[in-house]
């Protein structure tokens, strides 16, 4: 395995990595459904969820994983921290250092914080989204998702639809489906849809309905409009109208197809309420593989048979 100690992004991280960590989290997946939700696995160990932006799936879900795994967790948000006093994020990350936490799961607003906390300290370190970089967990989990419904991922259509530019969502999705053998396309306004995709082997389609069109799998992004300090296109409404999947859409879609979101979704705005509740959705689905994948890599990184 070239996992090594850390997970940063999706970027550098083999085929057989991204199998290990969706064969462990389908593994694992059942504890979370038994009476008893809890295993002594990582016993002894200490994990510290650092979210300097805010967050509910990913935080609640890294918790829940570390809690069910037995380990020892700490929980720090920047508005409670000394990061409000000025202490910068190097010194904030040595001083928790100090106190021997094995593994720290960080969400930063600034891409390539996780990066700079693995240049400068021991634990280990898990990206839980970093700026507009990368999401690897994120994408991940949506793998498992993906897998858990097809059975595969080699050849699977992916279109990936809606604000590509401003997602750490699509990046890590382009780069891990690619190296799993699927075939992406993305869409969405052309101010929103950077270079990168292109280079990581994505098509690129102009309207909804050419990406819709024979896709296994159509994921919805959120418009980050509090990454968007530009004008990037008209109007919400113009958006909705141009990139908003509703039912409409999915009557043409191929039978079978399923609609992802990572969520928060902006509900009329790049999703339809009936789409996003409807039969073609496996929102919640990847919402609980969430804490499978967050418990598979806590024990691939620091359980006992972690190096
Ligand atoms: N998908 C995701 O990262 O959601 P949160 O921002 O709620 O963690």
Not at 62 to 85: C, I
Not at 136 to 155: S, V, W
Not at 250 to 268: D, E, L, S
């Amino acid at each position: 395995m070239s996992l090594g100690r850390h997970l940063l992004g999706l970027e550098g991280v083999a085929a057989e990595d991204i199998n290990l960590i969706l064969d462990t989290a389908s593994s694992l997946k059942e504890i979370n459904s038994r009476p008893i939700k809890k295993v002594p696995t990582l016993r002894g160990k200490t994990v510290v969820h650092f979210f300097v932006e805010p967050s509910t799936r990913t935080r609640t879900s890294f918790e829940l994983a570390s809690k069910r795994l037995s380990a020892d967790t700490v929980s720090l948000s920047a508005s409670t921290s000394s990061l409000t006093k000025g202490e910068t994020l190097i010194d904030t990350a040595k001083n928790l250092e100090a106190m021997g936490p094995d593994l720290i799961v960080i969400r930063h607003s600034m891409s390539g914080a996780p990066h700079l906390l693995a240049q400068h300290i021991e634990p280990s370190i898990i990206n839980a989204g970093d700026g507009t970089h990368e999401h690897p967990t994120q994408a991940l989990l949506d793998m498992l998702t993906m897998r858990e419904r097809f059975g595969r991922l080699e050849g699977l259509n992916v279109s990936i639809i809606g604000d590509i530019a401003h997602s750490r969502v699509a990046r890590s999705n382009l780069i891990g489906l690619n190296a799993m053998g699927a075939k992406v396309r993305v869409c969405g306004p052309r101010t929103l849809l950077p270079p990168f995709a292109a280079s990581l082997g994505a098509e690129v389609c102009d309207t909804l309905e050419q990406a819709i069109d024979g896709a296994d799998v159509i994921m919805m992004l959120r418009v980050q409009k509090e990454r968007l300090d530009d004008v990037l296109f008209p109007s919400l409404r113009e958006y909705a109208q141009r990139f908003g999947l509703g039912p409409r859409h999915m009557r043409k879609a191929k039978p079978g197809a399923i609609v992802m979101h990572p969520g928060p979704i902006n509900r009329g705005v790049e999703m339809n309420p009936e789409v996003a509740d409807g039969p073609w959705s496996v929102i919640l689905d990847q919402v609980a593989n969430g804490v499978a994948v967050r418990m598979a890599l806590l024990y691939l990184l620091i359980g006992a048979e972690a190096k």
